[in-house]
């Protein structure tokens, strides 16, 4: 049983980063149109629906202080970082805000060390700082202009720093027992509620007929019900099954499937720098998973 929840959770948490390895690409095609809060709110919308139906109805919390967990799983999880990877993409390049994210798995280490007590070895570094130079090497090989922004770096590292508390919190409401569907769709409500302040103070201004394009539609059905809806559910169940610094580490390879499949999709070319760097992504989330190899955390 224990090797079948190991198997489950790296099934999930890998097929989870092949989807939204994808997603930058596809936000950058919206925000050529539609303000990074319009993004959002419509995603998320979209995905708190489908969650809604299937979980039948909203979870009730077991405890009060259940409630503040789940409020801040939206806030980090779902409103503080999405909003701040996607402003980060106005300032600076994909490929810059793809490796300055995947920086995150070291802020999960981090609080999954001082809040769960979880012990980080020699080798959860040693693979961090492989798996960086990889993510570095793809994501940065043959981009002649960086455009680099303070500002959008800042943000990038935010959104690393608030995915790391999303990971630790929604472990914890695992533990407690909770469903992934009816917990994930909980965690939308509030992602959503909380959108919804900048959103007011923003407004829509795309025009009806910007929703409607097709390519718009298509790009925003694939964030609302496949990269927010069904990845959602996916990795939360993966870090009940994993914990969330296994887990977490599978971000090393989110700038590698976005390059990845620009090259098998759009046809663009696989330098030696980019292949180097993609075993050099694999190596480093080979040897950060070495300090926990055999453990197993199911819910």
């Known amino acids: 049983m224990e090797k079948n929840h190991l198997l489950q959770g790296h099934l999930l948490g890998g097929f989870t980063v092949l989807v939204w390895g994808t997603t930058f690409v596809s936000t ?13 709110v419509t995603r998320f919308a979209l995905g708190f629906l489908a969650l809604l139906i299937a979980s039948r109805g909203q979870l009730r919390p077991k405890k009060a202080s259940h409630e503040i967990l789940f409020a801040l799983a939206g806030l980090t999880g779902v409103t503080l970082y999405f909003l701040m990877e996607n402003i980060a993409l106005t300032y600076i390049s994909a490929s810059l805000v793809g490796v300055i994210v995947a920086a995150a798995p070291l802020f999960t280490a981090l609080f999954a060390a001082a809040i769960l007590h979880e012990k980080l070895g020699r080798w959860f570094f ?17 981009v002649s202009e960086l455009h680099f922004s303070p500002l959008g770096a800042l943000l990038g590292v935010g959104a690393a720093l608030v995915w790391g508390a999303y990971s630790v919190i929604i472990r914890h409401l695992g533990a407690a027992g909770y469903a992934t569907v009816p917990l994930t769709a909980h965690v939308f409500g509030y992602g959503l509620l909380f959108l919804l ?39 939360n169940r993966a870090v009940f099954l994993l914990g969330p610094v296994r887990t977490s580490a599978y971000i090393y390879l989110t ?19 980019m292949w180097a760097g993609t075993a050099l992504a694999l190596g480093g989330l080979i040897l950060s998973e070495r300090d926990n190899a055999g453990k197993a955390d199911p819910s």
């Open 197 to 235: 302040i900048p959103a007011f103070l923003e407004g829509f201004p795309a025009g009806l007929h910007a929703w409607l394009e097709p390519m718009h539609f298509a790009n925003l059905l694939f964030l609302g019900l496949g990269a927010s809806a069904t990845c959602f559910v996916t990795w």
């Open 255 to 273: 700038p590698i499937v976005t390059i990845v499949s620009s090259a098998l999709i759009l046809h663009e070319t696989m330098t030696p720098a």
């Open 126 to 142: 040693c693979g961090f700082i492989c798996a960086m130079a990889g993510v570095a090497l793809v994501s940065l090989a043959g």
């Open 28 to 40: 950058k095609v919206l925000l050529r149109t539609f303000s990074p809060v319009e993004i959002m």
